[in-house]
């Protein structure tokens, strides 16, 4: 297990110094998996069914502050393989990776937090994916890549006009 001093010498090699550059920094320190689930509730039936299952997949992104340096950042993945048979099988996922910034301001950290990490993270988590689904006997399922920065851009961009419609409504009634 690695000791914070070892974190802080990682972030400080991010940067190329000894921690006295003032440029902003950021990077992946470290990655692992915090959480995973493989169900495959009709097995061996439903290795017999003939159906294409539909699948269903949802993404949710996390982040939480550990210290002022370092935050760890949460890819969520579920999975589920659905026919009209029931569940063939259904994968949930917890990805992490533990995300150093130094030098940045809030709107540069949250935005390397729910945009560049992610995109960071994601083709590791594609793969955990994909050898879940095979272990359970199934094909692997390789997900489609996926814009995160496209998606947080498309999410602020909600957000602001959301605040400007609350902005424009009456604060009440005379």
């Known amino acids: 297990m690695a000791e914070e ?3 802080l010498t990682s972030l400080d090699n991010l940067n190329g110094a000894n921690g ?4 902003p920094v950021a990077g992946l320190v470290t990655q692992y998996v915090k959480d995973l ?6 097995a061996p039936e439903s290795y017999q069914w003939q159906e294409q299952p539909q699948l ?7 982040a939480r502050k550990i210290n002022d340096e370092f935050t760890e950042v949460e890819l969520k993945i579920t999975t589920a393989a659905k026919t009209s048979q029931g569940t063939a099988y259904l994968v ?3 990805y992490c990776g533990l995300v150093g910034m130094r030098n940045m301001n809030d709107d540069q ?13 994601f083709p ?3 793969r955990v994916i994909a050898d879940a689904v095979r272990d359970a006997g199934y094909p692997p399922l390789l997900l ?3 814009d995160f920065n496209g998606l947080y851009l498309q999410q602020l961009q909600q957000q602001r006009s959301q605040a400007e419609q609350l902005a424009g409504e009456p604060a009440g009634e005379a």
Request: aromatic share 10%; proline share 7%.
């Open 5 to 7: 001093g070892d974190v």
């Open 20 to 23: 006295h550059d003032t440029a």
């Open 37 to 42: 689930s493989v169900e495959n509730p009709r």
């Open 56 to 62: 269903d997949v949802q993404f949710n992104i996390g």
């Open 92 to 94: 949930e996922l917890a």
């Open 109 to 121: 950290r949250h935005a390397f937090s729910y945009a560049e990490a992610p995109r960071i993270l």
């Open 124 to 126: 590791f988590a594609r």
């Open 144 to 146: 489609d890549p996926i």
